[in-house]
């Protein structure tokens, strides 16, 4: 049988146990109410009751053998899994059943097991970050065990090809990442030059300047931006951004590729826009207006009160949308996949193609390479690298956000 | 001191006026501060505009096909030998799929064996793209023989021999090799699998994480944890979300590579945060006098969650999920880890198998080297965008519609 198969089997068994116990616990909560006896709870709470017992070891059992076979019990086939799980069910739905009384306090048995399910629930998010942090840990001590940490972070060449290969000894050689990071700054700055003044431009505009009207339009318009998907945005900028940029450069006299930087940094730029524009324009709301009118009171012009009043004041909720900026630009995969290019390159010239981090574990991860090379192993290294940078920048972002709250709170 | 009294009028009338050059000059910087602000606006909603023309123009070429009318001999032998079915100068004017299908006549229409008919057959992409003006086969650079179909295929249109048609395959094939055959289907099938693997998976738990959060959780250690972690989830770059699909799904739980469950799974991971967050607001909004009669009622926290909170929060959590589900629907980089990208002729019949998404497809065939993937990649791009952009609008509507001010 199919894993599929063996799964619906056993929902199957679950449903028909479960409803079973439910009917069950019910009829004979109703027949005791019948009697005359004051109960504890509703006969519908003990059929609850009883469905709970039923199904929760059977999920448990399944779920405890399932593990095992993971970590390589394979003695136990799905059959003796499901065969456990339903022994399992069979017999909590007897004990259930058999615990039905006045005195049981069904309801508060049954509150006790969702609040134990909600908090599992909760946990699948703890488990997501672990997930992420152990993967890229381990594979990336697998690295750093083939290769040298101090190159890695310090060398200016990545060519993993012409790495030796099969040698005892930590290579030294082909792993330097500064060009990668180089790429990505470079990238990540021609973003935010684009993103930062016409976002907070944008955002001072529609709330400081503009119309109910004008605001209740431009501010969707605004986000459709931020709902582009980035494979959209990549083929964008590879098929009309870069050919535009490489003919103004050839009037301009200059010589530009058509996977240079300037391509997909513009693009990046529009897409994180409203990122900042809607941050920006939920703190510049959010400055007292007592601020403005006093400002305006003492003779400023508007223009005047936003800038020497409303920005500074605003100032670390700008910075704050600026991070989450530069965070976004710097894990922003598909448009540098599509528009960068693939050559490592140490250049500030924005017209060159550079590759950046994200490009390198698309690339390093898509390729024919057997799991466990110091290649694909190097995409995890650059993922914890990126993991870190990012965590960091939010971290800050999110607790400037909360002071300027707290400020104005 | 008094300074305006020994003050003489024409000092008056010099500082009147430099009082008022510094006027005009505040306000022409406020005029111009101004129409920076406007002009920022005007710029970002001009590339919008850029943006949706410059995809429409290369795209809508492609919702249409060019179709030739050949002699087709459907004489059992040419049925292996599909060439021989037609005249030899229509070879490189008839696509290469057309008549590879053509062999499937046999089991199709066994009436048709034997006969002699005229078909509207398939064009050659090459065909295709000159007719709309994508390809320059006349000019300095084509060779003859280039030069030589192009007036051939002037010819045929001029006999009517050539029309376009609205392109059906564009929507019920699956991938193909060949520009003129391929299709969205198979990615279109994938991306519904996908999708509701995702929201199966992420509905339930985000909904049940934000209702212990926001209903159950006691304020402790273990609630802010559960809090930062969820907000900062929801910035991680995506890409790493691939990481950790690769790493545990694939490599730890072996779940097979490429296939939707793998997809579904990662997106769901990655939705979560975006229900989480929605949810917990639309929940807060609900006020607490709502709580109070229940609870003043007999009923347990539980039954108020279920039967009075949620209910009333379900437009709001409703409007967070489409939006997450729209997030995750134009997501690529995290599939691209996992190996969505596969080449998938025929639409994926379960969840175990190797399929791609949309805009893993359109990925794909932006690599492609011919002309002709060209307008299909933004075809492509157009129906993805008119999916998300539906999406969006009904979760708008639904707010718009059910959402309550208390």
Known sequence: MTTGQLLLLFAACLLLLAGTAYVIGRRRAEGIKAGGTFMNSQPGQYGQFAATWTAVPAIVAAFVGWVATLFGAEIISGKLIIAAAVAAAVVGL??????????????????????????????????????????????????FGMVDFMHFVTGTEWNPDAAPEGSEELITKGFGSLPLFAGTFLITGIAMTVALPIGLLSAIYMSEYASPSVRSVSKPLLEILAGIPTVVYGFFAAITIAPIIVAVADKVGLQASYQAALAPGLVMGIMIIPFISSLSDDVINSVPESMRDGSLALGMTKSETIRHILIPA?????????????????????????????????????????????????????????????ETLAAFSLGLVLFVVTLILNIVSVSMVRRFKQQYA | MDMTAEMTPERRAELDARVQRKLKKRY???????????GSLVLAISFLAFFFTDMISKGHSAFQQAHVQVDVDYAEKNLRFTKRAIAEDMHDIVSRGWLRDLRRVKKENPELVGTKAVAWALADDEVDQYLKGNKDLTGDDNTVEQKALAARIDALKADGKIKMKFNVGFFTNGDSKIP??????????????????????????????????????????????????INNLAAVPSI????????????????PRSSALAGGLTLGLMTLPVIIISTRAALRAVPDTIRQAAYGMGCTEWR????????????????????????????????????????????????????????????????????????????????LMSVLILMNASAVLLRKKFERRW
């Not at chain 2, 969650?305 to 995750?328: C, E």
């Open chain 2, 304 to 383: 108020t969650v279920r039967d009075h909170v949620l209910p009333l929060s379900m437009p709001g959590i409703l409007t967070g999920t489409i939006i997450g589900i729209a997030q995750a629907m134009g997501e690529t980089a995290p599939l691209l880890i996992i190996g969505m990208m596969a080449y998938i002729p025929e639409a994926p019949e379960g969840f175990l198998q190797a399929a791609t998404v949309l805009p893993a497809q359109i990925f794909t065939w932006a690599g492609m080297p011919e002309r002709a993937y060209v307008e299909r990649t933004a075809a492509g791009i157009l129906v």
């Open chain 1, 94 to 143: 007897v004990w259930a059943v058999r615990q039905v009384d006045p005195e049981l306090r069904a309801r508060l048995g049954v509150e006790r097991v969702i609040t134990a399910a909600l908090i599992t629930a909760s946990m699948v998010s703890i488990l997501t970050t672990l997930g992420i942090l152990l993967s890229i840990i381990f594979e990336s001590i697998r690295f």
């Open chain 2, 28 to 38: 022409r910087a406020a005029k111009r501060f101004h129409f920076y602000c406007v």
């Open chain 1, 314 to 374: 605003a100032l670390p909720g700008i910075i704050s949308a600026t991070l989450l900026g530069v965070s976004r630009a710097l894990g922003e995969t598909m448009i540098v996949v599509m528009a960068a290019g693939l050559r490592p390159n140490l250049t500030w010239n924005p017209l060159e193609a550079v590759t950046t981090v994200t490009v390198r574990i698309v690339d390093a991860l898509t390729g024919d390479q057997a799991f466990g090379t110091p």
């Open chain 2, 240 to 255: 790493l979300f691939g990481l950790l699909g690769l790493a545990i799904f694939i490599n730890f739980f072996g779940v």
């Open chain 2, 180 to 229: 003129e055959m391929s299709g969205l289907w198979s990615a279109m099938v994938g991306s519904i699998l996908v999708m509701v693997l995702t929201l199966l998976f992420s509905f339930p738990i985000g909904v049940m994480t934000a209702i212990y959060l926001e209903e159950f959780a006691p304020d402790n250690r273990l609630t802010q944890l559960i809090e930062i972690n």
